[in-house]
């Protein structure tokens, strides 16, 4: 496996303003993805986030809302923009194909609880 | 895009009896099934995995058994213990690899 790092842990935001959110591996990656959680619900898959391109977002999230980056093979950002109440969530980041090596396997950061007030 | 649906949404069993999750999914392109464990304030964790050519797999307490053909995989826990009390996803991988989590199975483990 890998050390996946995640900053920051947590936040509390004032609505109409925006967080960056770091996902940082100790490894090169193939693939990384950006998830939301809701407090006792599944994993909802948010983008891609491919390197040197944009990322390819799932149905619902636009790339106004959660631009997203990555610039090299470890390390990717997720931005939410102009915040509010129902952006509250816990959003994860995972990788895939750790050493570059062909696998399924996703394996999460630690999660980032933010709160928007 | 693929369903997913998990059931039960919750379980409790006593400690030593034996749980079973079932994951129903609808994308037959569908080619590997795997598990993940979510501790309470934790991030998910792959506890067991099987890809499409094998109909079952196990890793001492825990095994995985595919049913291609009805379009659904189980996951096994025998000899409970308080510790496998958790959040249980299956996630499986469909056409054009996409990743679609399943609405998640409650596990409470009963001394």
């Known amino acids: 496996s890998a050390v996946i790092s995640q900053k920051p842990s947590r936040d509390i935001c004032q609505r109409g303003t925006s967080l960056t959110i770091q996902c940082q591996v100790d490894s090169q990656v193939t693939m990384m993805f950006w998830y939301r959680q809701q407090p006792g619900q599944s994993l909802t898959l948010i983008a891609t986030a491919n390197q040197g391109s944009e990322a390819t977002y799932e149905s619902g999230f636009v790339i106004d809302k959660f631009p997203i980056s990555r610039p090299n093979l470890t390390f990717s950002t997720l931005t939410v923009s102009n915040m509010s109440p129902e952006d509250s969530s816990i959003y994860l980041c995972?990788?895939?194909?750790?050493?570059?090596?062909?696998?399924?396997?996703?394996?999460f950061g630690p999660g980032t609880r933010l709160t928007v007030l | 895009g693929e369903n997913v649906e998990q059931h039960p949404s919750t379980l409790s069993v006593q400690e030593g009896d034996s749980a079973v999750i079932k994951c129903t999914y609808s994308?037959?392109?569908?080619?590997?099934f795997p598990w993940y464990k979510q501790e309470l304030g934790k991030r998910p964790q792959l506890i067991i995995d099987?890809?499409?050519?094998?109909g079952e797999k196990k890793d001492q307490r825990i095994a995985v058994t595919l049913n291609k053909t009805a379009k659904h995989f189980s996951l096994h826990i025998t000899e409970t213990q308080p510790e496998d009390s958790a959040v249980y996803f299956c996630a499986p991988r469909g056409g054009y690899q996409k990743v679609t989590f399943g609405t998640g199975t409650k596990l409470q483990v009963i001394p």
């Open positions: 994308d037959s392109a569908s080619n590997y």
């Open positions: 995972s990788v895939e194909g750790i050493g570059l090596a062909s696998t399924d396997t996703q394996y």
């Open positions: 099987i890809r499409s050519n094998v």
